[in-house]
């Protein structure tokens, strides 16, 4: 038997995947879920494309691509030679094994299985031992007003290299979505400890999770501590336009700014040894959130264990001074 869910972390793609890593790695096997942003799904030459979730999976199952943080390490591009020598469009790469997962995906959709269900089989035939859960088996996709006109998500990201300026974001679908039951269980369960916010984009990874309406509810419902990791080190993103895009919205670039983003949602916060100054502390005070910092680059496996290491220690410090304060209130 699958031993009971402690701990839930909310991922994106690369950046998420490598504390989810880390995460996995600081608790025993099957502890760990992840519940992962779909709004950057889409439909691409017939084929249904799950990059944040293929992401964390190929990451969990030790095949991602180590310099890329996405795709797979051992990968040939025969499909896409092929491709642009017939004309097809080739701005969205694709390498034969990774096709596999999205034609087994698409066929599996077309016949009616839910993308919770199907992820589930794959992750145990990659051999992970962590739950990978889809924010929702509803499609929602993010799209971005920019001075470019309207994009749908992976045009801006992808074909358009995240360079036009992004003035509001949507997420098409959200409002007919809902979370899946195994979502639901496992916010409801009684052996959950603590929800994990990975260093993801707010805008593009994190906040389409939260725009699945009752989400955000039934995870402050949980009344297990929600500690966030910030994917800022000083006014810098580790990778992607996470500032640029604060900057268009115009939006302070500092983790303080994160902690703004996700008030009412978080209890504490894990910042960089950078970012450990007065006025940031005096910022995270003033929002009632704890937090500690430590190096969050997490260039090495070491890197990831660390930072997954303080996020979970914050998580059981809340945990251990809200049940004194209940016991005592
Ligand atoms: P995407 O969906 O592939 O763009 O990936 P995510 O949204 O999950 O991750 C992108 C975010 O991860 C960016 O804001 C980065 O700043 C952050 N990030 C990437 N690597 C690191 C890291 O080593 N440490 C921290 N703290 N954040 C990181």
């Known amino acids: 038997m699958r031993p009971a869910t402690k701990v839930l972390a909310l991922s994106g793609g690369v950046g998420g995947a490598k504390l989810a890593l880390g995460l996995s790695r600081r608790l025993c096997a099957g502890e760990l879920a992840v519940l992962v942003n779909t709004g950057d799904d889409f439909t691409h030459l017939g084929l249904r494309i799950c990059p944040d979730l293929d992401t964390v999976l190929y990451t969990l199952a030790g095949v991602v691509h180590p310099g890329q943080g996405w795709g797979r390490a051992d990968e040939?591009?025969?499909?896409?030679?092929?491709?642009?020598?017939?004309?097809?469009?080739?701005?969205?790469?694709?390498?034969?094994?990774?096709?596999?997962?999205?034609?087994?995906?698409?066929?599996?959709?077309?016949?009616?299985?839910?993308?919770?269900?199907?992820?589930?089989?794959?992750a145990t035939r990659f051999g992970v031992a962590t739950r990978l859960l889809p924010m929702s088996d509803t499609p929602v996709s993010t799209l971005l007003d920019t001075d470019a006109g309207a994009l749908e998500f992976q045009h801006?990201?992808?074909?358009?290299?995240?360079?036009?300026?992004?003035?509001?974001?949507?997420?098409?679908g959200a409002a007919h979505a809902r979370p899946t039951d195994e979502v639901l269980d496992l916010l409801r369960s009684p052996a959950l400890e603590a929800i994990i916010l990975c260093p993801?984009?707010?805008?593009?990874?994190?906040?389409?999770?939260?725009?699945?309406?009752?989400?955000?509810?039934?995870?402050?419902?949980?009344?297990?501590?929600?500690?966030?990791?910030?994917?800022?080190?000083?006014?810098?993103?580790?990778?992607?336009?996470?500032?640029k895009i604060m900057q268009e919205l115009g939006v302070d670039r500092r983790a303080a700014a994160i902690a703004r983003h996700y008030?009412?949602?978080?209890?504490?916060?894990?910042?960089?040894?950078?970012?450990?100054?007065?006025?940031?502390?005096?910022v995270l005070a003033a929002y009632g959130l704890r937090w500690s910092a430590t190096r969050t680059l997490m260039r090495t496996l070491e890197d990831r264990e660390r930072v997954a290491s303080a996020a979970l220690d914050l998580a059981r410090l809340l945990r251990a001074e809200s049940t004194l304060r209940w016991s005592v209130g």
Do not use: C
């Not at 499909?79 to 017939?86: A, I």
């Open 76 to 122: 040939s591009f025969g499909f896409m030679d092929e491709l642009r020598r017939q004309g097809g469009p080739d701005w969205f790469l694709l390498g034969d094994r990774d096709l596999v997962l999205h034609v087994e995906r698409t066929r599996r959709l077309a016949e009616g299985e839910r993308l919770t269900q199907i992820m589930s089989d794959l």
């Open 200 to 243: 993801s984009n707010p805008y593009l990874s994190i906040d389409p999770i939260l725009a699945v309406p009752g989400l955000r509810m039934a995870l402050r419902a949980a009344r297990v501590p929600v500690v966030a990791v910030s994917p800022l080190i000083g006014e810098r993103a580790i990778k992607g336009p996470t500032t």
């Open 156 to 172: 801006y990201f992808v074909r358009l290299r995240a360079m036009p300026k992004v003035q509001r974001l949507h997420y098409a």
């Open 263 to 282: 008030t009412q949602l978080i209890d504490g916060l894990i910042i960089d040894e950078f970012d450990d100054l007065p006025e940031t502390r005096a």
